[in-house]
C-alpha cells in the first residue's frame, strides 16, 4: 500500500500541465482572432496622399536601378543587332543617314523653343472613338461576355466560386490629353540609327468607371466546402493622372537562328513597325472600393480588403505599361490597297463628277445588245457548219485547221 502513494502526484502534474496547456491554447486562438478583427476587420488604412507618394517613389527608384544597371552593363543585346551582312540590292537607292536631328531640322521642329501642344483636336476624335465604343458595349453585350469569360478562367484561384458580375459603367467622361512635347530619346544602339524621338503627354481623366462582382470564398479544408463567405466587390476607377510617353520602333530584320550548322542559312526574320507607350512611374490612381461580406450579418467597406484591391491594381499596371516596361502595338500596313476602298457605288461616283446617269445606261445598253448579237451570229455560224457537215458526210482530218473539212 505504501508503493501506490507516490503514483498519484504524477497523475496531478500531468492533469494540471494539461489544463495549463489548454487555457495557453485558447488564449493564443483568442489573441489570433481579436488582432485580426482589429488589424484586418477595423484597422484604417493609409490616407491617399501617403500611399501615392510610397507608391511614386518606389516606381522611381526601380526605374532608376533599371537605367543605371543597363547603362553599367552596355551591351547591346544579340536580338537587336541588324545583319550586316545581309545582301544589298543594287536598283535600290541608299537614302542618307536619318537621325534625330534630321528628322527634327525637316520638320521645323525646334525641341528646346517649341511650345506644348494641347492637342485639343486629338481629344475629339478620342472621346468620339470612346463614344462609340460605349455604344456598342450597350447593345450587344459583348463586354459583359467577355468579362465574365475572363474573370471566371484557368487563372482563379480555387477556394472562389464562380464570379458574377452585377455591374458595370463604362463612364460618362473622356480622357484630356495636354502639354505634348517632343524630344529625342537616346536607345544605346537598339534603336534605328541608335536613337529615336519621344512624345511626352499629360494625361487626366475624372470620372466613375465601375466594375462590380459577386462570389463565394469556399474553404474546402478538412473536407470540401467545410465554410462559404459570399462576398460582394465594387471597384470604381475615380480619377487617373499622369504622363503617357509615345515612339516608334522601326522594323528591321535580323538574322534567324539556327542551332544546326549544316543546315542551309534560313531567310533573316523581320520585326514590325510598332507603336510603343508606356506611363511615368509618377502617375496617380484613385480608386472606390466598396466590400460586401457574409451572408445574414454583414460587414461593409472593410479598410484592409480596399488596400489590397487597390495594391493588386497598381501592381497590376506597374508590371505592363509603366517606365520601364512599355507597351507595344504592331501597326498595320499604311499602303493604300484596293481591298480597304471605301466610297460611292459607281453610279453615284459618275453622278458627282457630273456624268449624266441616263446616259452612262443607254451606252451600257448598247453594249449588250452588241455582246447579245454576235452570240447569236456565232451560234447560227455554228449550226449551219454542223448541218453541212451532215449533209457531205465529210470529217474534220486531226491537225487541220478548225472548220476545214475534208470530204
Not at 72 to 101: C, F, M, Q, W, Y
Not at 115 to 124: G, I, K, R
Not at 175 to 189: A, K, M, T, W
Not at 373 to 381: G, I
Request: charged share 25%; hydrophobic share 35%; proline share 7%.
Amino acid at each position: 500500500m505504501a508503493s501506490d502513494a507516490p503514483l498519484q502526484v504524477p497523475a496531478q502534474q500531468s492533469s494540471l500541465s494539461f489544463t495549463q496547456g489548454f487555457l495557453l491554447g485558447q488564449l493564443s486562438v483568442v489573441i489570433l482572432i481579436g488582432a485580426f478583427i482589429k488589424f484586418f476587420i477595423f484597422g484604417e488604412a493609409p490616407s491617399a496622399e501617403t500611399t501615392a507618394a510610397n507608391r511614386a517613389l518606389a516606381r522611381s527608384h526601380r526605374a532608376r536601378e533599371h537605367r543605371r544597371s543597363f547603362s553599367i552593363n552596355g551591351a547591346v543585346p544579340a536580338s537587336h543587332k541588324l545583319d550586316s551582312k545581309r545582301s544589298s540590292s543594287n536598283v535600290l537607292r541608299n537614302p542618307p543617314r536619318l537621325t534625330t536631328e534630321t528628322i527634327l531640322a525637316k520638320t521645323y521642329y525646334n525641341v528646346n523653343s517649341h511650345q506644348p501642344e494641347s492637342l485639343d483636336w486629338f481629344n475629339v476624335l478620342i472621346a468620339q472613338t470612346i463614344a462609340q465604343f460605349r455604344n456598342d458595349a450597350h447593345q450587344d453585350e459583348a463586354i459583359l461576355t467577355s468579362l465574365t469569360d475572363v474573370l471566371n478562367g484557368h487563372q482563379k484561384p480555387d477556394f472562389l466560386s464562380a464570379i458574377k458580375v452585377t455591374e458595370i459603367s463604362l463612364g460618362e467622361d473622356f480622357p484630356i490629353l495636354s502639354n505634348c512635347r517632343v524630344h529625342p530619346l537616346e536607345d544605346n544602339g537598339t534603336g534605328p540609327e541608335g536613337g529615336r524621338l519621344q512624345a511626352r503627354m499629360d494625361v487626366d481623366l475624372s470620372d466613375f468607371i465601375t466594375l462590380g462582382v459577386e462570389t463565394k470564398i469556399i474553404l474546402n479544408y478538412p473536407k470540401p466546402f467545410t465554410a462559404v463567405l459570399p462576398i460582394a466587390l465594387a471597384v470604381s476607377v475615380v480619377r487617373f493622372s499622369g504622363t503617357l510617353s509615345i515612339s516608334f520602333l522601326a522594323s528591321s530584320s535580323r538574322p534567324a537562328e539556327s542551332n544546326d550548322t549544316s543546315a542551309p542559312q534560313l531567310a533573316p526574320s523581320t520585326t514590325p513597325t510598332t507603336l510603343a507607350f508606356s506611363f511615368l512611374p509618377d502617375y496617380r490612381l484613385d480608386l472606390s472600393v466598396r466590400s460586401l461580406v457574409g451572408s445574414r450579418s454583414r460587414l461593409q467597406d472593410i479598410p484592409k480588403i480596399a488596400q489590397l484591391v487597390e495594391n493588386r491594381l497598381h501592381s497590376w499596371i506597374d508590371e505592363r505599361c509603366v517606365e520601364p516596361r512599355v507597351q507595344q502595338v504592331v501597326l498595320p500596313s499604311l499602303w493604300p490597297r484596293k481591298k480597304n476602298t471605301r466610297g460611292p457605288p459607281p453610279g453615284e461616283e459618275d453622278e458627282s463628277k457630273g456624268v449624266n446617269p441616263e446616259n452612262v445606261r443607254d451606252v451600257r445598253e448598247e453594249a449588250r445588245r452588241e455582246v447579245e448579237e454576235e452570240r447569236r451570229y456565232h451560234r447560227e455560224a455554228t449550226r449551219l457548219d454542223e448541218g453541212l457537215r451532215r449533209r457531205t458526210g465529210g470529217y474534220e482530218m486531226p491537225g487541220t485547221m478548225p472548220g476545214m473539212m475534208v470530204s
